[in-house]
């Protein structure tokens, strides 16, 4: 699994691809703006019905992207590189990305509905200690954003992935014609 992930990562382009990307600060401009939102309880309620639909679609796309795909095409984006990986593989790595993001933030909104910390913080009267309480909040808080950012920035990535799919149309009528 390590591996996969390495080699999707270098496909990526890592860190900087990541960092160079305006879907990233978009996400955290608007991350940053609803702070009222993740600071609220429950808030997680808005995203989890809808990342199990989100990511069946965005798999299902992803296959068919792999299955129906122009063979010619696909040929030409094999033989064309970027920093040393073909284009096929960078395109694929964009998928995968923002499928990774959306197990990543489901994962996040799931672990936030069905945690039990806050009663076990109750049980041990953690408000006792200050230190640990305080702790503990900036911990939730800190997990809550995170959490959104993920939803958002997996949302955007999303568009990513479609104008890669329609640069990958108007290659193919650039064939064709």
Same mark, same amino acid.
């Given at each position: 699994m390590l591996n996969d992930f390495h080699d999707y990562w270098k496909c990526y382009g890592g860190s900087n691809a990541v960092i160079k990307s305006s879907y990233f600060w978009i996400a955290v401009l608007i991350t940053a703006i609803s702070y009222n939102t993740w600071l609220s309880s429950g808030w997680?309620?808005?995203f989890l019905g809808t990342f199990? /639909?989100?990511?069946?679609f965005s798999l299902s796309g992803y296959a068919i992207w792999l299955t129906l795909g122009d063979k010619k095409l696909k040929e030409i984006l094999i033989k064309k590189k970027v920093n040393h990986v073909s284009a096929f593989l960078v395109i694929n790595a964009s998928f995968i990305h923002f499928i990774i993001l959306q197990v990543l933030a489901f994962i996040g909104l799931f672990t936030l509905h069905t945690n039990s910390i806050a009663h076990l913080v109750k049980i041990i009267n953690l408000k006792s200690c200050n230190l640990l309480y305080n702790l503990y909040l900036f911990g939730v808080t800190t997990f809550n954003l995170f959490i959104f950012f993920l939803c958002i920035? /997996?949302?955007l990535s999303m568009l990513a992935a479609i104008f890669g799919l329609?640069?990958?149309a108007k290659a193919m009528d650039k064939l064709q014609n």
């Open positions: 997680y309620t808005l199990p /639909s989100l990511l069946g920035y /997996s949302i329609f640069n990958i």
